[in-house]
C-alpha cells in the first residue's frame, strides 16, 4: 500500500462523523474520570481510575497520530494552533509524573484536556474565536466601565465610608462593594443602609446600575454577537467559494460569449 493511500484511509477516519462522535465520548468520559477523582474513594478504585486515565491517554496518542498521518502536507499540522495544543496535552500527559514533585502539574494537564473539546468541535472553535477577535473592541467597553466604576467608587469612599467602613472605607473596597451592586448580591442591602443618611443616595445605585449592568453589559454582548455574525458569514462565504470551484463566472460566460461572437462576424466577412 503507497503512502498516498495510507493518508487517505487516515483523512476518511479523520473525517467520519462516527469516529468524531467517538473522540467527543472519550473527552467526556475523560473529564467524569477526572472529576471522580476529587472524591474520597477505595484504593481499589484509584486504581482502576488510573487505568482509565493511561488507557484515554493512549487512546489520545492514536487519535492525535490519526490526524497527523491524515494531513497531506504534515507541516501544514502544526500551522494550526488548537493541532499544536492538542499536540502538547497528549505529550504531557505521557510524561510518567503523578509520583513525583511534579504531580500537581501532570493532574491540571490531564484537566486541560478537557478543552481539547473546543478543538475537535468546530462550533466550539466559531465561539472562541469570535471572542478572542472582540478583545480589541472590548477592552475599550471595560476600560471606559473600570472610568465609571473608579468614579463611583471615590464618591462612594468619600460620602459612605463612615456609614460602613468595611464597605467603603477606601476606594478599592468601594470598587469590590460595586461589583456587588451590579451582580445584584443583596445590593438592596447595601443601598437602604446609606438611605438611612443620605436619602437620596438611591440615585447613586440605580444610575450606577443603569451605566454597568445596562448599559455596558449590553453593549459587550452586541460586540460580541457581531463579531460572531461576521464569523459565520466569513464561513458561509468560504463554503460557497469552494462549491462554486471550478463552476463558470458570469465574466467568464460574457468573456465566451464575446469570443463566439468574434468567430462569427468573422466567418461572416
Known amino acids: ?91 504531557v500527559s505521557l510524561i510518567p509524573i503523578d509520583d513525583t514533585e511534579m504531580a500537581l502539574i501532570g493532574r491540571l494537564i490531564r484537566i486541560f484536556r478537557v478543552l481539547r473539546m473546543v478543538s475537535i468541535i468546530p462550533e466550539l472553535r466559531m465561539l472562541l474565536n469570535s471572542l478572542l477577535k472582540a478583545l480589541p473592541q472590548l477592552g475599550y467597553v471595560m476600560l ?53 443618611v443620605y436619602s437620596l443616595s438611591w440615585i447613586y445605585y440605580l444610575s450606577f446600575i443603569f451605566f454597568t449592568t445596562f448599559a455596558f453589559l449590553n453593549m459587550i454582548i452586541g460586540i460580541v454577537v457581531n463579531v460572531l455574525e461576521d464569523e459565520r458569514r466569513k464561513i458561509r462565504d468560504e463554503e460557497e467559494l469552494e462549491a462554486n470551484v471550478g463552476q463558470p463566472t458570469i465574466q467568464d460566460l460574457k468573456q465566451q460569449l464575446d469570443a463566439i461572437q468574434g468567430m462569427l462576424e468573422e466567418k461572416a466577412r
Not at 474520570?33 to 491517554?57: E, F, M, Q, S
Not at 467602613?165 to 446609606?194: A, C, H, K, Q
Open 1 to 91: 500500500m503507497s503512502s498516498r493511500d495510507l493518508q487517505s484511509r487516515f483523512d476518511r477516519l479523520r473525517s467520519n462523523k462516527v469516529f468524531e462522535l467517538f473522540v467527543v465520548g472519550i473527552i467526556i468520559f475523560s473529564a467524569l474520570v477526572i472529576g471522580a477523582k476529587t472524591y474520597p474513594l477505595p484504593d481499589y478504585l484509584h486504581a482502576v481510575l488510573r487505568a482509565l486515565d493511561t488507557g484515554i491517554t493512549l487512546f489520545f496518542l492514536v487519535e492525535i497520530s490519526i490526524r497527523f498521518f491524515a494531513e497531506a502536507d504534515k507541516r501544514n499540522f502544526f500551522k494550526s494552533g488548537w493541532n499544536i495544543f492538542d499536540t502538547l496535552i497528549v505529550i
Open 144 to 196: 471606559l466601565m473600570f472610568i465609571i466604576f473608579y468614579i463611583y467608587a471615590a464618591v462612594g469612599s468619600t460620602f459612605f465610608a463612615a456609614i460602613n467602613p468595611d464597605l467603603w472605607g477606601n476606594i478599592s473596597i468601594g470598587m469590590l462593594t460595586l461589583f456587588r451592586v451590579m451582580t445584584f448580591e443583596d445590593w438592596t442591602d447595601v443601598m437602604y443602609e446609606t438611605m438611612e
